[in-house]
C-alpha cells in the first residue's frame, strides 16, 4: 500500500471526472431543458452523481492516505473531520441563500409550484422550523442532497480509512455488507418533513468506499482485470445494454419489443438506495476508460481541456454556483416564451457562469497562498491542496 500511495502523482483524470460531473449535474438540475438530453444519465444506468461519487472516494483515499503515511492517522482524521466541516458550513450558507431565493422566486413570479417542486414546504409559513431541520441535515431542498450525502460520507470516512489502511479487503466487504442489508431492512436517514434522505447514504457509501479501496489496494488488481480483453468486452457490452434499456424506457415503442421481466429489473433505475445496475454501469465506465486514458495522457493539457479540469479542480465552488445558476435557469425559462433556442442559451450560459466562478476561486486562493509564502511556495501548496 506505502508503493501504491507513493506512486501516485496528480492525476488529472480525477479533475476530469468531477469536472464533467458538475458540468452535468449543473444542466441536470434546469428541468424542461433539451440540452439534458445529452447529459451522462440518459445513456445508461448512473449519472453525474454516481461518478462524482466514486471519483470523490479515490481522490480523498490518495490524499488522507498519503496524510496518514506521512503525519499518522490522528493527523489525517483530523483533516477529514476539518474538511467536513468546510462542506458543512458552505452547506448551511447554501441552504438559507438557497430557500430564501425560491420563496422570492415563488412570490416575484407567482408561481407557487416551485415551493413544492423544490421540496422546501413550510419555507412561508413555519420558516423556523425550516431552517432548524436543514441544520440537521434533514430538510432536503432539490439539488442539494449530493452535497448534504457528501458531508455525511466524510464524517464516517476515518473509520473507513483506519480499516482500508490495516484491513483492506475486510473493510471493502463490510462495505458490501451495508450496501445489502440497508437496502434490505430499508435503513436510511430521517429527512423532513417526512420519509428519508433522498440519497441514502448507508447505501450510497459503497461507491464512495469503492473508490477509496482502489485508490488504495485494488490497483494490482484493476490494471489485471484491464489485460484480460473478455472483461473489456463483457464492459462495453454492459453499457450498450443499459443504453439500450434507457432508449426503451423513453420510447414506449421500442419499451414494448423487450420482454416485460426484463424492463422491470431494470427501469425504473434506483437512485435512492443505489441500485446494483447503478455500480456495475459506473464500474464498467471506469474500467473501460482507465484502459483507453493513461493518468499522463497529452489530452489534458490541452486549451479545450482546461475549463473541465478547472471545474474538477474547484468542485465545491462549482457545486454552489450550479445550484443557483440552475434555479436562475429555470425562472428564465417558465417566465420567457419557452424554445428550444432559449433551452440552449440558459445551459451554455450557466456552464460559462460556473468556470468562470471555477477560475475566480482558483485565482483568488493563488493570491492568499503568494502573499503569505511567496510565489514558489504557493505554487506547491496550490498543487497539493485539500479539495
Same mark, same amino acid.
Given at each position: 500500500m506505502k508503493a501504491s500511495l507513493a506512486a501516485h502523482g496528480r492525476d488529472l483524470r480525477i479533475d476530469f471526472a468531477?469536472? $464533467?460531473?458538475?458540468?452535468f449535474m449543473l444542466i441536470d438540475h434546469i428541468p424542461h431543458n433539451v440540452v439534458g438530453l445529452f447529459t451522462m444519465r440518459n445513456f445508461g444506468f448512473s449519472g453525474a452523481v454516481d461518478l462524482f461519487v466514486f471519483v470523490s472516494g479515490y481522490a480523498v483515499a490518495i490524499l488522507y492516505g498519503k496524510m496518514t503515511l506521512e503525519r499518522g492517522f490522528i493527523v489525517a482524521a483530523s483533516r477529514i473531520i476539518k474538511r467536513a466541516w468546510q462542506l458543512y458550513a458552505a452547506h448551511i450558507v447554501l441552504f438559507v441563500i438557497?430557500?430564501?431565493?425560491i420563496g422570492w422566486a415563488a412570490a416575484r413570479y407567482a408561481a407557487p409550484d416551485i415551493i413544492e417542486e423544490y421540496r422546501v414546504i413550510g419555507i412561508l409559513n413555519d420558516p423556523v422550523r425550516v431552517l432548524t431541520h436543514g441544520l440537521l441535515l434533514q430538510s432536503r431542498p432539490l439539488n442539494l442532497d449530493v452535497l448534504q450525502m457528501a458531508i455525511v460520507l466524510l464524517l464516517f470516512f476515518p473509520v473507513a480509512l483506519a480499516g482500508l489502511l490495516r484491513w483492506p479487503n475486510l473493510t471493502m466487504l463490510g462495505s458490501i455488507v451495508l450496501y445489502f442489508v440497508s437496502r434490505q431492512f430499508g435503513w436510511g436517514l430521517p429527512a423532513f418533513p417526512a420519509g428519508s434522505a433522498y440519497l441514502n447514504p448507508f447505501c450510497w457509501q459503497l461507491l464512495f468506499v469503492l473508490g477509496a479501496? @482502489?485508490?488504495l489496494s485494488g490497483g494490482k488488481f484493476v490494471r489485471t482485470l484491464? =489485460?484480460?480483453?473478455?472483461?473489456?468486452?463483457?464492459?462495453?457490452?454492459? *453499457?450498450? @445494454?443499459? *443504453?439500450?434499456?434507457?432508449?426503451?424506457? =423513453? #420510447?414506449?415503442? $421500442?419499451? #414494448?419489443? *423487450?420482454? !416485460? $421481466?426484463?424492463?422491470k429489473? @431494470?427501469?425504473?433505475? !434506483?437512485?435512492e438506495n443505489l441500485g446494483l445496475a447503478r455500480v456495475l454501469h459506473i464500474l464498467s465506465i471506469a474500467l473501460l476508460f482507465t484502459w483507453l486514458v493513461p493518468a499522463d495522457?497529452?489530452?489534458f493539457h490541452s486549451r479545450l481541456m482546461q475549463p473541465i479540469l478547472k471545474c474538477g479542480e474547484e468542485?465545491?465552488?462549482? @457545486?454552489?454556483?450550479g445550484v443557483f445558476l440552475s434555479l436562475a435557469g429555470y425562472i428564465v425559462l417558465i417566465t420567457s416564451p419557452n424554445s428550444y433556442l432559449l433551452q440552449v442559451l440558459v445551459s451554455v450560459t450557466a456552464l460559462v457562469l460556473m468556470t468562470a466562478v471555477a477560475y475566480?476561486? #482558483?485565482w483568488s486562493r493563488q493570491q492568499d497562498q503568494v502573499a503569505r509564502f511567496g510565489p514558489t511556495r504557493a505554487k506547491d501548496d496550490h498543487a497539493i491542496a485539500d479539495r
Open positions: 468531477r469536472g $464533467i460531473a458538475n458540468c438557497y430557500i430564501n431565493a479501496w @482502489f485508490a484491464q =489485460e484480460l480483453w473478455p472483461l473489456r468486452v463483457l464492459a462495453l457490452a454492459y *453499457l450498450v @445494454f443499459s *443504453l439500450l434499456m434507457m432508449v426503451a424506457a =423513453e #420510447s414506449p415503442a $421500442i419499451g #414494448s419489443m *423487450l420482454p !416485460d $421481466i426484463l424492463t429489473a @431494470f427501469i425504473p433505475i !434506483d437512485r495522457w497529452n489530452g468542485w465545491l465552488a462549482c @457545486f454552489c454556483a475566480y476561486v #482558483s
